[in-house]
């Protein structure tokens, strides 16, 4: 498996996008991702990805992650058609379900449930979402399908309860086909990407979790008469300098009740090299490191990460 540890830093705002894009080119860190986060100053991540793509030749840029249902699918494979065109293998698109925001969602509007699709989202095996209206899950299938077949086929015609056309395009197709990675651990979030996906990002797992994570995605993959590629595993980590403080302890064990929070937020680079070893026995190979730290203190961490993590790739 190729080992590769890109950067996640959340919330980057544009006065200080540039000089970070530029940072992590000089230092030739394999990947950037940005996240979605509507209502803060963070960049939008697919401005964010022209904009880095544009200004680097060889740096990836990820969506960690983007959300699908409540977006045009059609709009949205002629976007990441048109970049991965212009910077061919270094978008890195991954999607999810809802905003991690609940004062977001409202902004990707979604069909009312009625009658019988009112069943509680638990039922379906999908995660109760708080703040969430309308039939995400059957919209992230549909439109996901939607976007898989323009980024592949010449013209699609699609008949579904949701999106509906005849020979439709979105001109000139990227050689190589564009992988579409996705979010989520919940029991569907899983079987939805070994159904659709061509990868998994998860997030706040821990190595055992991740473990159990792939085998029910590759079984999935299997019944469906897919295969994932076992280079398609990643993590989103989040590594502290510091011990967390006890309310963020209580957070992490109130949310994640049966996994100790040293499993899931390693402190210092030695427990970030230990843990990431564990993931890697799991299967997981790709990282997406967030520092918890203050954009202050992102270029001393820019410069420990090159020299801490770096030379675990391969």
């Known amino acids: 498996m190729k080992v590769r540890i890109g950067i996640g830093f959340g919330s980057v705002p544009p006065a200080g996008f540039a000089v970070l894009v530029d940072r992590l080119e000089k230092l030739e860190i394999d990947s950037l991702w940005l996240s979605e986060q509507l ?8 401005a964010g990805m022209a904009f880095a793509l544009g200004r680097t030749s060889r740096l990836k ?43 977001d969602r409202a902004a990707y509007p979604l069909p009312p449930r009625t009658g019988a699709q009112a069943a509680p989202t638990a039922e379906r095996g999908e995660a109760p979402l708080a703040g969430t209206v309308g039939r995400r899950g059957e919209v992230f299938d549909e439109a996901l399908e939607v976007l898989r077949r323009l980024l592949r086929e010449p013209q699609v015609t699609f008949h579904g309860e949701f999106f509906d056309f005849t020979d439709v395009g979105i001109g000139e197709l990227p050689t ?26 998860a997030s706040m797992v821990s190595p055992e ?5 792939i085998a029910e995605i590759n079984a999935a993959a299997a019944a469906a008469g ?20 006890a309310n963020a302890l209580t957070a992490l064990r109130g949310r994640y009740p049966d996994v100790d929070p040293a499993r899931l937020v390693p402190v210092g680079w030695a427990a970030a090299r230990e843990l990431i070893g564990e993931y890697l026995a799991a299967g997981v190979s790709k990282f997406v490191i967030h520092p918890m730290t203050t954009p202050d203190g992102w270029p001393s961490f820019l410069d420990s990460f090159a020299a801490e993590l770096m030379p675990l790739e391969n």
């Open 226 to 245: 897919r295969r994932i590629d076992d280079d398609h595993f990643g993590l989103s980590l989040r590594v502290a300098f510091a011990p967390p403080a």
């Open 176 to 201: 190589r086909p564009l992988d579409i990675w996705l979010g989520g651990a919940a029991p569907a979030a899983l079987r939805r990407i070994g159904r659709f996906g061509d990868g998994w990002l």
């Open 39 to 46: 209502s803060t100053t963070a960049v939008d991540p697919l």
């Open 209 to 213: 979790q991740a473990a159990a994570g």
């Open 61 to 103: 840029i990820g969506t960690g992650v983007a959300v699908l249902p409540g977006r045009n699918p059609v709009l949205l494979a002629k976007q990441l058609a048109s970049l991965a065109l212009l910077a061919p293998r270094r978008v890195l698109p991954v999607l999810g379900l809802a905003p991690g925001r609940p004062v």
